[in-house]
């Protein structure tokens, strides 16, 4: 078979295969725009578009008789907002500390840097029981602030081996002759190091608040009154015993969507080289 023809096909399945894992998000996207009367309709655009679903959601609030009323989102999506960036820097930080330990003083051995990974591969649901208790104890339960205390036991073992890889790729010399210039090991760390880790560190507080911004369960048994709770968790109070509220829902959704989606297209290139630091030379 000719190599142009082989390339046309190849491209012609790639983006038929693209537009049937995107079919979902059109349809939720098509969805958020339906009014009241064609939620129900199997149509993958709506009729009659409205932006009323977006409108109430963000700004007035919507009452749907016995199928429920809802709050505007903005502080859901304000608590999302804090919570993510704020877990997001902290785990960033927290993980470039560790991995540097680990790195270039062995701190901890073999045996740490493998328990560090190992508690990535525990599923989130199985502490989370001990989480709440623990949240309970120490006053953070329904909190933001305990969303921020126990994100990072899910995102800083992942986080600390992002930039175990990141700090691989830094010259040893550049950090010995800056230790011969005079720098501290905390100089040699700020200046040297990490400046040079920087996209390891980028693609690290970017995983962390992606992990951050669209958690559900967590939130949802962590922070269940409206002070503490965030976007995701708020969402699936469009879902009742009474009915779903398809058009909100999906509005929501697409706002929800729409910080990972433009993240994503926005840093693709740096993402990639950050996940490969240290593995490729």
Same mark, same amino acid.
């Given at each position: 078979m ?7 096909v190849?491209?012609? %399945? ?15 996207i098509?969805?958020?725009?339906k009014p ?8 993958l ?6 932006? &009323?679903? +977006?409108?109430?959601?963000?700004v007035t609030?919507g009452?749907? =008789?016995?199928r429920?009323h809802?709050?505007?989102?903005? &502080?859901y ?6 919570v993510?960036?704020?877990?997001a820097?902290l785990?960033?930080?927290l =993980?470039a500390f560790?991995? +540097?330990?680990?790195?270039?003083y ?7 840097a493998?328990w560090?990974l190992?508690l ?30 126990? +994100?990072p036991?899910?995102?800083l ?9 990141a ?14 210039? =005079? ?12 400046p040079?880790?920087?996209? %390891?560190?980028?693609?690290s507080?970017?995983f962390?608040?992606l992990?951050s911004?669209s958690?559900?369960l967590i939130?949802?048994l962590?922070?269940?009154?409206e002070?503490?709770?965030?976007l995701?968790?708020?969402?699936? +109070?469009?879902s009742?015993?009474y009915?779903?509220?398809?058009g ?18 926005m ?6 080289r =950050? ?7």
């Amino acid at each position: 078979m000719d190599k142009r023809i082989l390339g046309l096909v190849i491209t012609l %399945g790639a983006w038929a295969l693209g537009i049937i894992y995107l079919l979902p998000f059109i349809w939720m996207i098509g969805t958020s725009f339906k009014p009241i009367g064609e939620w129900g309709l199997p149509t993958l655009f709506p009729e009659s578009p409205t932006s &009323r679903n +977006y409108l109430e959601i963000l700004v007035t609030g919507g009452v749907y =008789g016995v199928r429920g009323h809802f709050p505007p989102i903005l &502080r859901y999506l304000l608590n999302s907002v804090v919570v993510s960036v704020t877990v997001a820097i902290l785990t960033s930080l927290l =993980g470039a500390f560790t991995a +540097y330990g680990i790195l270039r003083y062995r701190a901890g051995g073999t045996f740490f840097a493998n328990w560090i990974l190992s508690l990535r591969m525990i599923p989130p649901v199985v502490i989370l029981y001990p989480l709440v208790v623990l949240t309970k104890a120490i006053g953070l339960y329904n909190t933001l602030g305990g969303l921020v205390f126990v +994100y990072p036991v899910i995102t800083l073992p992942i986080v600390t081996w992002f930039m175990i890889g990141a700090f691989k790729s830094v010259p040893r010399e550049t950090e010995e002759a800056a230790m011969l210039d =005079g720098c501290t090991p905390f100089q040699v760390f700020t200046r040297i190091a990490l400046p040079q880790a920087s996209i %390891g560190l980028a693609t690290s507080a970017i995983f962390a608040f992606l992990f951050s911004w669209s958690e559900f369960l967590i939130p949802l048994l962590l922070a269940p009154s409206e002070s503490a709770m965030p976007l995701t968790a708020f969402a699936g +109070y469009f879902s009742n015993q009474y009915g779903i509220l398809w058009g909100p829902l999906s509005a929501a959704a697409v706002i929800i969507s729409l910080p990972v989606i433009v993240i994503a297209i926005m840093i693709q290139k740096y993402l990639i080289r =950050g996940l490969t630091l240290g593995f490729i030379r």
